[in-house]
């Protein structure tokens, strides 16, 4: 949608659920987590909608990504080992890091350099 709220259009499947989208640094790509057999996983698409890829795919729910300032990583929040942690991933979901060890974390985001990362942890 524009920035007066119309101009609306659907770029993923409808009757989805999907769930944080961002947009990446260049604006030519969107992420976003989406639940498929209750389960969520990361999609990265083109902005039009077109070609989206699943880059997560694991037995836990795989939520909140976030793309870094150069576009060449994503961080997310995965219970794919019980309680929710933050892991770092290069875009197209290779080389898959996880960042934190203990608690409940979520909701990463990139710091202003991309050299530092924030989490919600409950």
Known sequence: MDAEGMNQRLVTMEGSYNDSPQWSPKGDKICYAARHDGIFDVIVMDANGANPIQITSNAGHNE??????DGRKIIFSSSR???????????????VLRLTSDGDCF???????????????S
């Open 81 to 95: 080992e019980g309680k929710r942690q933050i892991y770092m991933m290069n875009a197209d979901g290779s080389d």
């Open 107 to 121: 909701n990463p985001s990139w710091g202003p350099r991309a050299k530092t990362r924030l989490a919600s942890r």
């Open 64 to 69: 909140n990504p976030h793309c870094s300032a």
